[in-house]
């Protein structure tokens, strides 16, 4: 339950940074977004307590310093390659 609770959290503080975001994109070509890990990192520092002196400022500016541009059509198919069965009866000798 208390993983549920901590990805509504991100959850919501994604969508209100991603709100604050696009308020700002006027002069920008790309759109950004904010990665859920590096969120999800810094809001378990700051839930953690091992960083007493976190504020939720420093979480807004380190959000801001780790946001990446969203290219559209950069999906690329995966290169599946068949491969033969490698046994591990080397590794008995």
């Known amino acids: 339950i208390l993983s549920m609770i901590f ?15 696009f308020r700002r994109r006027r002069n920008r070509k790309l759109l950004y977004k904010v990665s859920y890990s590096d969120l999800a990192k810094t809001l378990r520092l700051y839930a ?15 959000l801001a310093m780790t946001i990446q ?3 559209s059509g950069r999906a690329f198919s995966r290169i599946l390659k068949p491969r033969s069965f490698t046994p591990f009866i080397y590794r008995a000798a």
């Open 69 to 71: 541009p969203v290219r």
């Open 7 to 21: 990805h509504n959290i991100c959850t919501s503080v994604l969508l209100a940074f991603g709100r604050r975001l």
């Open 48 to 62: 953690s307590g091992r960083d007493p002196t976190i504020t939720i400022k420093k979480i807004v500016k380190e």
